[in-house]
């Protein structure tokens, strides 16, 4: 009974202040949905992700030669007799794969892209070691009898961004006509990656997955390889086999690499984005939380104080503090068990939003999103925990008072605080006037809970918006140093090495849409520094001289054409600066063939673009790669009269070009996956403005509740509405403002910490800029000020409704 009756007055006072009561509840639901629903994501990836690579069979060890070398078939599978053990394999597969141009235009669109020529094996019906997904209603995959024949299988993402239908026909570099007759997924392009290092690179690159005979015939290397992909058993040690497999093949003259799965860009950023977008995730998740706890405690406090009068005469009657405090706590209980409730109805509609948003930037042949349950008992937990503590102080407070100052009808800090300031400073304006800050001064620790609520919110806004800014303003900071004077520059790929007074390149010369050319060299290497870890870098050796392109550097000079230029981010991690020597590992051509070579540098130059991988050296140093007057790519710059498309018409057909691609596709492939991640934001920017809005009218609704006889008393003076409605409008600009410079304070401090921490060690080649926009902190204030300000209006008709003397009556 004395529960049931508990029961009932906790109800009484919940109905009394049901609209706050509401709001708090939503208040926790947000955060700790929003906290259920982010962690159910690193869940349904990190499942999605196993599962995906384990159906499509992904390598275990991957033998892949140097850049232009290939030998004989059969040739790698042969040295994997030298192996100490070599039943440790279970599948082995050979593979060639080329650089190409693709031209998949339709009738009213012109799509001409690089892409890739992966030749597989498909004797036992399609390769075994790195499957093709073709799912149901997008074609077929590759057969047996496919074997020779200009047939493959497009890339499904590329497919999916240009809308291609299942089956068709595009052509390659050359002229050749391949028939495409499904669109699939391979592991190693669940997340499209180009050479350039662009991700999410869809909308720029397509992948053609064909039989390898055919694409042998295709690129003019009959019965050639250069790609080994094995599987291993199960109890095997992928890193000891990789060792045995570098020097089974020593003597081959391919000047191999030998990568593990974690060495697969696809692969291993797949999964290290887990554990970085859930350290992100958590970082937002508690920023909304503590936005709630300090929703929850002003609200519960206030709700304690307004039944200051029935504690005390509760005390004066001879009750212990601990019965006292049960009414109270039940209602924070109360609160929780809604706020929980709330919450699993939020997060639901939070992993709605984000579902599709995560199945179409992250193209995975399976997709796991079940309903997580522990997440959500542990949001609850959290939804239960954050009202419960945040009344326990409260409470804690009001009970140890004395009863006499407990019955007091005037209110015990209505002359603390900083309100005595306001009466010894002589301001030139009336009592009225000073009312809002003097209600702000009156009482500093509602002010700067309220304060805090609202800045939780704002802090959280500008921390993703801003972290929005500095990829955005890193990537321009990218397309600055790419571009230069020469917006209309065209990068040509080559099939191989080839000389640069040669015909191929001759024939790229001649071509009318082309002026200027500039031979370029583009391998991948390895840049070491004593007592640090080698970093891997995309070489090009290009003429520093040249009035095609050239880096800008930041430190060093363009003069000394002996050394290395490398990044920013390079340099600091390395530990080098200009003048420092490095170790330069790379491919050189000896008599034997391509091999790996260590070759001492100097550091002549640091440039500033925004990937650490991105090196380069002057063409005058090709000695060190067994070579002079070589090339593997072109710059280009479009003749006069003409533009890069006519650039890529006319070489689209010449013999010898791979790829042909204007630098400002290059700059878009990463502001493309930077804008389709930006779903992800938006769905948080419409809970996070919720919160905000919510806060802002909570604080508002107590203070109407609170301040009804003031606000009586003003009316009965003869102080019309709008007069009235001025002085709450003002106070809540007050506490906007503070809420907002305390929001925007702590969320640059929340930029600045995830780009030096979580972005630094989730995306390690990125040097990222900091960066809040002035739009980024016009959101933060309009949101801050302008709603908490605004928030009054919302009490109008109350106090429209007011009977004025029943009010002045109200006796606490």
Known sequence: MRLLFLLRWSARDMRRTWLQVTAIALIIAIGTGIFSALGSTAIWRRESNDASFEQTAMYDLRVRSAEGADTATGNMLAALTSLPDPGVVTSAEERLILPTQVDASTGDKTILVPGRLVGVDTTNGGPLVNQISVATGHGRGLTAADEGMPIAVLERSFAKFYEL????????????????????LSPEYFLVMTEEGGFFAEANFAVLFAPLETVQALTGKPGRVNDLVLRLR?????????????????????????LTRQDEDAYRILYDDIEGDQRLWNVFAGLILAGAAFGAFNLINRMVEAQRREIGIGMALGMPPRQLARRPLLVGAQIAAIGAALGLLVGMLVLLALRPVYTSVLPLPVWRTDFQPAMFLRGAALGVAV????????????????????????????????????????????????????????????????????????????????????????????????????????????????????????????????????????VGARVGAPGVKDLEVLLEVVDLESDVWAPSLVRGSLEDRSGLLISQKAAADLGVETGDTVELEHPALTTEGFTVVRTPVTVTGIHPGAFRFNAYIDRSQLGAFGAEDIANELYVLPAAGSDPDAVKRDLFELDGVASVQPIAAATKILKDSMASFTGIFRVLEFFILCLALLIAYNATSINADERARERATL??????????????????LVHGLIGTAVGVGVGLGVVHWVARSIIASTM???????????????????????AVAAAPLLTIRRLRRMDIPSTLRTVE
Do not use: C, K
Request: proline share 8%; charged share 20%; aromatic share 4%.
């Open 764 to 786: 390690p080649d990125m040097s990222l800029d900091v960066i809040v926009s002035p739009g980024t902190v016009l959101a933060a204030a309009a949101l801050g000020v302008v």
């Open 715 to 732: 009316f009965a003076f003869g102080l019309p509405l709008r007069r009235v409605m001025a002085l709450e409008t003002v106070e809540g």
């Open 234 to 258: 199960a109890d095997a040690n992928p890193v000891a086999i990789a060792r045995d497999l570098e020097r089974a093949f020593e003597g081959s003259g391919l000047g191999v690499t030998v």
């Open 165 to 184: 239908p299942p089956a068709g026909t595009v052509r390659i570099a050359g002229g050749a006509t391949v028939r495409y007759v499904g669109t699939g």
């Open 387 to 522: 009202p419960l503590l945040a009344t326990v102080w409260p409470v804690w407070r009001a009970v140890r008072v004395t009863p006499v100052e407990a019955i007091s009808i005037t209110h015990r800090q209505s002359h603390g605080g900083l309100a005595p300031l306001l009466r010894r400073l002589r301001w030139p304006v009336s009592a009225l006037r000073r009312m809002p800050l003097g209600n702000v001064l009156r009482t500093p620790r509602r002010t700067v809970l309220t304060a805090l609520g609202v800045g939780a919110a704002i802090s959280t806004l500008v921390a993703i918006l801003g972290m929005l800014d500095s990829f955005l303003g890193t990537m321009d900071r990218n397309d600055r140093e790419l571009v230069q004077d020469h917006p209309d520059r065209v990068t040509v790929g080559l099939e191989g090495f080839v000389a640069t007074n040669g015909p191929e390149v001759a024939a790229i010369e001649a071509a009318p849409s082309v002026g200027r050319v500039s031979p370029v060299v583009r």
